[in-house]
């Protein structure tokens, strides 16, 4: 496994315009995490699937946002109505769960992110 | 609410030299796990190393090493012998254990650069 993809890499569009991003967790892992990260700022949550199920959503992610995760698999965010605002990098990352059995929190394995420019 | 907080924008450590990067946070919770993440200029962020709220002794991994104090509520990273490969951003995150969610919270990250 080459661990999480993330396509495009880079993506300009025009204010306006819908994009859609993909991620591809590492294969076994049940949770997928976005985030964003703009220019100097740590990463911010932006929404989490345990396999196929969204089960919590930041309130940063506005009506314009869109999340999917169809069969547990891939997932899929799309932006509708760019803005200027929303150029960011958009970060997807996977683990197999919360936590292990005795307790220790999972690290989250990132993918190389999608950097987004709107004009 | 957690927060973390990272007060250093920007290092300098002479190369072999070691540094050590600030970071605090806070929390309600009496389970959780506290995370550094390397991102060098790719973009991609990169598992460094994992400290537990329960763990007694402090984490290290190969070069870095977390100094962890729990009253105080800090979890710093101790980057042994630096290499100019070592110049990067890094960031301090904390996940609840017990959460089902488990999401990262991150600070603002500070930028270490690596002089030879």
């Known amino acids: 496994d080459t661990g999480v993809s993330q396509n495009p890499r880079h993506k300009i569009t025009k204010r306006g315009q819908n994009v859609t991003f993909r991620c591809d967790p590492i294969s076994e892992h049940n949770r997928l995490y976005w985030y964003r990260q703009t220019l100097g700022q740590g990463p911010e949550f932006l929404t989490y699937f345990q396999n196929e199920a969204q089960l919590e959503k930041s309130r940063l992610l506005s009506d314009r946002f869109s999340a999917e995760r169809p069969k547990g698999s891939f997932s899929t965010l799309e932006i509708q109505r760019t803005e200027q605002g929303d150029s960011a990098m958009y970060l997807c990352a996977s683990s197999p769960l919360a936590r292990d059995r005795v307790g220790r929190a999972y690290e989250q394995y990132f993918g190389p992110g999608t950097r987004l420019t709107v004009t | 609410a957690q927060k973390i907080t990272q007060t250093q924008p920007g290092m300098f450590v002479q190369e072999k030299e070691a540094v050590t990067l600030d970071c605090t946070y806070d929390t309600s919770d009496q389970s959780y796990g506290l995370f550094w993440y390397k991102q060098p200029s790719s973009g991609e962020m990169i598992f460094l190393i994992y400290?537990?709220?329960?763990?007694?002794q402090n984490a290290t991994e190969g070069r870095y090493s977390l100094n962890f104090q729990k009253a105080r509520k800090s979890a710093n990273l101790v980057i042994s012998a630096s290499q100019l490969g070592d110049s990067a951003m890094y960031f301090c995150a904390m996940r609840e254990i017990y959460n089902q969610g488990g999401k990262l919270i991150f600070g603002q990250g500070t930028e270490l650069s690596v002089k030879p």
């Open positions: 400290q537990g709220s329960y763990d007694e």
